[in-house]
């Protein structure tokens, strides 16, 4: 961990204003029992978002034997009545926070402000649809307590997870964008694009992202390598009945073409010599493999020559019947041959850039929590 929490509320972020910002549960008595904060991001979700909250508070009211609880709900620019929807069921209702965006600006936004406003000694982000049921909560923080990790990922493609009524395509892409970005960030997880997770309270508040989009997600789970976080995850259910059920037909967020690009994009943070290297290695391979042929073509025309004397003359007249004959295995050997050796050369210089600014990440970072504890002492 980073940081301690503070028992104030954090500045808003950026253009965010916050309501029902009392904080009455920090103070309460039974401190002994860990502050849980859930994070709803929710954007023209003014339809959903009553009975979500509903959900959610009920099933948080469940575990108060065990933790004390908190909503913070982030309004991200909504142009529907999700803004009035949830300052009407924050009234009167202690647990439930409200921050608003002034306009849209992309769920990674709108977590950053959810983790600036939390509270929590541990956080929860859930969809707004509950798409992944509250008792996922539940079980989360089981394992985030068990283990001591700093995230604990719900992913529907582990060991025992489950995903219900979700369209084929979308089911199909997620699963290989999460195998590609997996494969490039050496771990073990089997999802990393999912959003549904309990954080180290204190860590991500402390910890320093920029993604303004769905790529947040990708981004924690890299920085928290960085850091030498221990990153856990739990077999989840990912079911779209419930939208189904409620006639909603839920048209996905995560739009095809953005989503696909997002991973790539993510999948280059992770390892970006790997775009390098890859095709740089590929065309040297066909670089390789013409030049086999320059040499068999330039043998074959060579053999002929026995009347010229001197070598040179032989070999150089060998190779303009050879080019003559067979001009594109020579343009495709020598551009093969160039482009491989830049594509390489770049890989090997992001590679190097990769290390740079994991030692600066790791620096800075230490160098604030030393800041902020000594503030604090």
Same mark, same amino acid.
């Given at each position: 961990m980073l940081v301690t929490t503070s028992s104030a509320p954090p500045a808003p972020n950026g253009d965010a204003r916050t309501t029902a910002g009392r904080d009455p549960i920090a103070h309460r008595p039974d401190s002994d029992r860990p502050l849980v904060s859930i994070v709803i991001p929710a954007f023209n979700e003014g339809a959903m978002l009553p009975s979500t909250l509903a959900r959610v508070c009920r099933y948080m009211g469940s575990l108060e034997a065990q933790y004390r609880w908190e909503v913070v709900v982030v309004n991200d620019g909504s142009t529907d009545h999700t803004a009035l929807v949830a300052e009407e069921f924050s009234k009167g209702r202690q647990e439930i926070r409200v921050a608003h965006h002034q306009r849209n600006r992309g769920l990674g936004h709108a977590l950053r402000t959810g983790f600036e406003c939390s509270l929590g000694r541990y956080v929860v982000v859930l969809d707004c649809d509950l798409s992944y049921a509250p008792d996922h909560v539940g079980r989360l923080l089981d394992r985030i307590q068990q283990t001591k990790a700093t995230i604990v990922v719900a992913s529907p493609y582990a060991t025992g997870g489950q995903v219900s009524d979700v369209p084929w395509l979308r089911r199909t892409m997620s699963r290989w964008a999460n195998r590609f970005l997996a494969g490039f960030a050496r771990c073990n997880l089997s999802t990393l694009t999912g959003m549904v997770r309990v954080y180290d309270g204190p860590f991500i508040r402390a910890v320093s992202l920029r993604a303004r989009?769905?790529?947040?997600? &990708?981004?924690?789970? *890299? =920085?928290?390598? %960085? %850091? $030498?976080?221990?990153?856990?995850?739990?077999? !989840? /259910?990912?079911?779209?009945?419930?939208? /189904?059920? !409620?006639?909603?037909?839920?048209?996905?967020?995560? =739009?095809?073409?953005?989503?696909? %690009?997002?991973?790539?994009?993510?999948?280059?943070?992770? $390892?970006?010599?790997?775009?390098? +290297?890859?095709?740089?290695?590929?065309? !040297? %391979?066909?670089?390789? *493999?013409?030049?086999?042929?320059? +040499?068999? /073509?330039?043998?074959?025309?060579?053999?002929?020559?026995? #009347?010229?004397?001197?070598?040179?003359? $032989?070999?150089?007249?060998?190779? !303009?019947?050879?080019?003559?004959?067979? &001009? /594109?295995?020579?343009?495709?050997?020598?551009?093969?041959?160039?482009?491989?050796? #830049?594509?390489?050369?770049?890989g090997l210089l992001s590679m190097q850039s990769k290390r740079y600014f994991e030692e600066m990440f790791h620096l800075v970072s230490s160098m604030y929590r030393h800041t902020r504890d000594h503030e604090r002492a």
């Open positions: 989009g769905q790529e947040i997600s &990708p981004e924690i789970i *890299y =920085k928290g390598m %960085l %850091l $030498r976080a221990q990153i856990e995850e739990i077999p !989840a /259910h990912l079911d779209w009945r419930l939208q /189904h059920e !409620a006639g909603k037909g839920r048209n996905s967020s995560m =739009k095809m073409l953005p989503h696909v %690009l997002s991973t790539i994009v993510s999948g280059f943070i992770f $390892r970006p010599f790997m775009f390098f +290297l890859l095709p740089g290695l590929l065309l !040297a %391979l066909l670089a390789a *493999y013409a030049d086999v042929w320059m +040499l068999i /073509h330039f043998y074959d025309a060579y053999q002929p020559l026995a #009347q010229h004397d001197w070598i040179l003359t $032989r070999a150089s007249l060998a190779v !303009a019947q050879a080019y003559q004959a067979y &001009p /594109h295995t020579f343009i495709i050997g020598g551009l093969s041959s160039m482009l491989s050796i #830049q594509l390489i050369s770049l």
